[in-house]
Structure formats: structure tokens, C-alpha cells
């Protein structure tokens, strides 16, 4: 049998942007909180984030740490780990297992893991990715503003990010890629808005003196270009907890994503989820009011519990 440490009224799986927030609000409403965080958040390839207000062009890590700081004023314990799986213990609550072998209580789960982008297994990729590889316009779009732009079709949405980026720049050119003939209502879009399109595989990317500077096609041809959107293969919710507890999922146009409320909560009595690992759409700012949200909504939902137990009598969990 696992030996449980220690019990908390909630165990926060995941330090990012929404993990934190939850774990602020908790524990400003004197909750006994523990975050346990495997430092792998989304976005720690990017120098810089934005659009976030207060704290645009702030690094990731510094206005995660920054969370760090703010969370331990009320109390709040940290520990960096992995969770590596949850299970009800019996009493109203979980038993958290953790990779180091430790175990600890929870009356309430907030799982906020994130997600992981499985890039395209194209040459340069990866090594560019929050560089002069981007995926995100309204995130870094600004600062590239008016350059020579790229965009690699994805299969399920061609078009789409070509149109947005030509918001920021009236040079763009669509690579086709594994894409076949596109409809003749989006190569309307795409003419109207200033798009070149060009079919053929692209083979990978050109970089010179750590810049990038042109996409490869596999017939050789190089595009001249300074700045490359592409959309992840695969997006892959850290969801081992979730699913292993039973949550129901739901499908999206990327994929399989836990379903939850609009307070984060899942299907799993007791279980919340927020951020990423409920869905790729949310940036830093979503995630903290997603976060705040549940972290508000568990503390309601353990406040109002224990006065019910009072009354009726019951032990307390």
C-alpha cells in the first residue's frame, strides 16, 4: 500500500499559467495547497510573450516565477515532481502517486499539465520553433511585422493562417505542401487577400548564420523568406492523470481533449481541468482566468460541503 504523507484540501498538477492562478486563489482563501510542477510548460521556447497585459514581452519564465513568488506568500507549497497517476482513496478525495515514489492526499484534483506540439519532422523546424518559426500571430506577430513571410499548409485548415498573418504583412506566400488543389473559394480568399500560393513539398528550411532565409521544396526550388508560420502535426494533451481517473473526452478538429464545464469541471467528481490540456486555443491569459475560475469554484464547492457535514452531523473530509 502507498504511503500517503501528507493531505491537502487540493493538489494542483501543473505550475503554468492556469495551475498557478488556481493555486492564488486557493490560496488566498486559506486553502491548504500543493502544486506540483515537472518544469516542461508549452511555451518555453519563446524569448518573450505578449498580448498579455501588464506583462507584454515578459519571458516566460520570469513571470512564471514571478507566480512562484506570489503563490508562496499565502502558503501555498511547491514541489517540483511529476504526478504519475491519481486514484480515489475512499473518503471523498484522491491519493496523488508521484514519480519519486511519494504519495500525498487531495480533497479536490486541478489537473493543468498542458499540452505538447508534435512539429513537423521538416528540416530546421524544431530547432526554430519560437524563433523565426512561429505558429501563433497574435502572439508574435508584431515583432516580425512587415518581414517576408511563410506559411505551411495544414491539412485541416489550409488557408486560414495565411489569411490571418497577411494581417501582418502584405508578403506571404502559402507553401501547399501535402495539401492538394484548394477550393476555388479560398483560392479567392487567399488572392483577395494578397496571398501567393505555391504548390509542391517543402523539403525543409534555409538557415544561414542562425537566421533563417528561405523554405526549401523537395524539387529543390528555394523561396526566399524570413519568417515561417506552421501549425503542430499533432497536439498531445498531457491528459495521463485524466484519463486514467475516467474523465470523458471530447473531440475537436485537433484532436481528443478532456470535456469539462465552464468552470474546468471534468466529468470525475472532484477532478477540474484547465489550460491547455482541456484544448490548444488557450493562451496565458485564458488559462489564468481559467484557473481562477476553478480554483474559485472547488473552494465554494468544499466550504459549502463541510457546512452541510456540520449540520448533518457527518465527519468532515
Known amino acids: 500500500m502507498t504511503h500517503t504523507e501528507e493531505r491537502y484540501d487540493v493538489v494542483v498538477v501543473g505550475g503554468g499559467a492556469a495551475g498557478l492562478s488556481a493555486a492564488l486563489i486557493l490560496g488566498r482563501s486559506r486553502r491548504r495547497t500543493l502544486v506540483v510542477d515537472a518544469g516542461e510548460p508549452r511555451n518555453a521556447p519563446a524569448e518573450h510573450m505578449h498580448g498579455v497585459l501588464s506583462r507584454d514581452g515578459e519571458s516566460p519564465a520570469a513571470y512564471l516565477e514571478a507566480g512562484r513568488r506570489e503563490i508562496a506568500a499565502y502558503g501555498v507549497e511547491w514541489r517540483d515532481g511529476r504526478v504519475t497517476g491519481a486514484a480515489p482513496d475512499g473518503h471523498d478525495g484522491f491519493t496523488v502517486s508521484l514519480a519519486d515514489g511519494a504519495a500525498v492526499g487531495a480533497r479536490r484534483l486541478i489537473v493543468t499539465t498542458g ?43 489550409p488557408v486560414h493562417q495565411a489569411l490571418m498573418v497577411s494581417l501582418w504583412s502584405k508578403d506571404v506566400t502559402l507553401f501547399l505542401h501535402t495539401v492538394g488543389e484548394l477550393s476555388a473559394h479560398d483560392a479567392a480568399l487567399l488572392d483577395a487577400a494578397g496571398v501567393t500560393v505555391v504548390e509542391g513539398e517543402v523539403a525543409g528550411l534555409v538557415v544561414e548564420d542562425d537566421r533563417l532565409t528561405g523554405v526549401r521544396l523537395a524539387d529543390g526550388r528555394v523561396v526566399a523568406r524570413s519568417v515561417v508560420f506552421v501549425g503542430a502535426d499533432r497536439l498531445l494533451p498531457r491528459d495521463g492523470v485524466l484519463r486514467q481517473l475516467g474523465a470523458a473526452l471530447r473531440e475537436t478538429p485537433f484532436g481528443e481533449f478532456v470535456a469539462v464545464d465552464g468552470t474546468g469541471r471534468t466529468s470525475v467528481p472532484g477532478v477540474w481541468a484547465a489550460g491547455n490540456v482541456t484544448g490548444p486555443k488557450e493562451q496565458v491569459v485564458d488559462a489564468v482566468a481559467l484557473g481562477y475560475r476553478a480554483g474559485v469554484t472547488i473552494n465554494n464547492e468544499l466550504l459549502l460541503g463541510d457546512l452541510e457535514d456540520a449540520v448533518a452531523g457527518r465527519p468532515r473530509g
Open 115 to 157: 499540452l505538447v506540439d508534435e512539429l513537423p519532422k521538416l528540416d530546421g523546424v524544431a530547432e526554430r520553433w519560437g524563433r523565426d518559426v512561429l505558429h501563433c500571430p497574435y502572439c508574435h506577430g508584431w515583432e516580425v511585422r512587415d518581414r517576408a513571410f511563410g506559411v505551411i499548409a495544414h491539412p485541416a485548415m
